[in-house]
């Protein structure tokens, strides 16, 4: 009951009459020359188990892999208290048991194209939940802040951990990076639809596409805000038991998905759709997958979005045939024209997760070693690398800079206390104060990425700066005496504390 993978016929998606023969690769010394940036790597597990970054460099080296971010897992599989075995568990005293680490227990499940809706459910009944695990991203910094200056800039740390049902999921995001400086590049990837992932988790937790989807659309305006590039998991299809014979071929999230993608507050974020724009495990690739992505990457007010190939499934689906049993040379010939054609909105990933061998780490870059031969070499380059470059190292100046002069004043509201007792026009002024820290933070850091940029000009009549260290006092004070309106005592504090605006 395999999806029938095989493009429908297109003007610009049609192989040449020569169209070459491919053979799968596998992880050679030819691989290992290629030179690649990792948009989609995971570091750890679904138990956190995995590899420090110090360790993952001898394999980068002989992988070929000059940049990869580190997304670790922020969903951990639950071993549910009732099944700890009786003795012999006690990591503390060096004696822990292995359970799984991986969010499909049964392999023979994980390895197929289809599940019927029956065992679907029981075995969403019978295996281990998710939860969230928050503390991936402190982890992570921690591991990156054992590296050397000089080995730093291999890596690009992203920020997981979120609870995307949050509403101050953005407010947890600016945390982090006042937690953890000078270290995060971008967020993600993040999961807004993933077959099993979604039912193992409990709902309230989850973002949406559309009842709730207010918190997801404000975490992407403050990554935009921020400069931070977002990378997306959203499966294109649900479960194939959940669809109608009918609409096999009719991508079930895939409006939704575009309605999100062109929100004003989607629009200012460099967004990065994995998997092909959504393929996966369960949501195979259909009839005209990818004259519906070319659509969405042609399209003006979507030139913010860009995609990856990642995933070693992925490219099975883009290059072979519905069983996955010989390569398909029509389909190896659309892609590597969608390839060329969209060549500045294609990013190479692995998707490899927590890899303990060269070969696992190499596999999706073994896969697409032919077709990437076939492509020129400007197109080449960019996917693998230069894409890479330009959207995420490139994104790291832009991070630190909002750090440096806008982080701080973002922090005094964030910090400040929801019950705080001030007086509501000490609030009000407060949040004034911080709003008007913060643009001017903004100019600053448009000023540092480009100093070509003419200097703001003094505007008579503008108030004058406060420094976020003294409105960080008012924020915080303890009200004295019995609680009377203090307004005129803390607007006076604000006053006594003002400092000019320096550009």
């Known amino acids: 009951m395999h999806v ?48 420090p970054p110090e360790q993952l460099l001898p394999t980068m080296a002989r992988l070929g892999i000059k940049y ?37 227990a049964q392999t023979s499940v994980r390895n197929s194209f289809f ?82 992932v979604q039912r193992k988790v409990e709902d309230r937790l989850q973002a949406n596409l559309t009842d709730r989807v207010n918190a997801l659309k404000l975490l992407v305006k403050t990554c935009g805000t921020i400069g931070m590039p977002m990378v997306i998991h959203c499966d294109v299809n649900p479960m194939p038991h959940e669809r109608a014979p009918a609409d096999i071929d009719l991508p079930g999230f895939l409006e939704d998905m575009k309605a999100f993608l062109k929100d004003p507050q989607c629009r200012g974020t460099t967004i990065i759709w994995a998997h092909a724009a959504g393929l996966g495990k369960y949501s195979r690739i259909t009839n005209g997958h990818l004259e519906r992505v070319a659509a969405l990457l042609r399209d003006p007010e979507l030139s913010h979005l860009h995609i990856d190939i990642s995933w070693d ?15 398909d040379p029509v389909k190896v010939e659309a892609f590597r024209v969608f390839l060329e054609t969209f060549q500045d909105r294609i990013l190479f990933g692995s998707d490899s997760l927590s890899p303990n061998t060269d070969a696992a780490w190499a596999s999706t870059a073994a896969q697409y070693q032919p077709i990437f031969k076939s492509l020129t070499k400007e197109a080449r380059n960019k996917v693998k690398l230069g894409n890479y470059e330009r959207l995420l190292v490139g994104a790291r100046a832009k991070v630190r800079a909002y750090e440096k002069h806008c982080l701080r004043y973002a922090m005094v509201l964030v910090k400040m206390r929801s019950d705080s007792a001030l ?12 709003e008007a820290g913060t643009a001017h933070g903004l100019t600053c850091v448009a000023l540092e990425l480009d100093p070509s940029l003419p200097p703001q000009p003094k505007v008579a009549g503008r108030p004058p700066l406060i420094e976020a260290a003294e409105l960080e006092k008012v924020a915080w004070q303890i009200l004295p005496g019995d609680g009377r309106d203090q307004s005129q005592i803390y607007l006076g504090l604000l006053k006594d504390r003002i400092k000019p605006a320096r550009l």
Not at 34 to 42: M, N, P, Q, R
Not at 313 to 327: F, H, N, P, S, Y
Not at 423 to 434: D, F, G, H, S, Y
């Open 4 to 51: 029938n993978s095989k493009p429908a016929p297109s003007t610009r998606f049609v192989p040449s009459p020569n169209a070459a023969r491919f053979t799968m690769g596998n992880a050679s010394t030819k691989v290992r020359k290629l030179k690649f940036g990792d948009c989609h790597f995971h570091p750890t597990n679904y138990a956190q188990q995995g590899t």
């Open 68 to 104: 990869t971010v580190l997304s670790p897992i922020p969903t951990n599989v639950l071993v549910q208290c009732g099944s700890c075995p009786e003795h012999g568990w006690a990591p503390a005293e060096g004696r822990p048991v292995e359970t799984t680490n991986y969010y499909i």
């Open 115 to 196: 599940v019927s809706r029956d065992d679907y459910e029981k075995f969403i009944h019978d295996e281990a939940p998710l939860y969230y695990n928050t503390g991936v991203d402190s982890s992570t910094a921690h591991a990156f802040n054992q590296l050397s200056t000089d080995n730093k800039v291999f890596f690009d740390p992203m920020v997981t951990g979120l609870v995307l049902g949050d509403a101050r999921s953005a407010e947890e995001l600016l945390r982090k990076l006042s937690e953890h400086p000078s270290v995060f590049t971008g967020v993600g990837e993040i999961t807004v639809f993933k077959e099993w």
């Open 313 to 327: 499934t992925v490219a099975r689906q883009l290059m072979m045939d519905a069983d996955e049993k010989a390569i």
């Open 423 to 434: 007086p509501p026009l000490v609030k009000e002024a407060l949040k004034e104060a911080v």
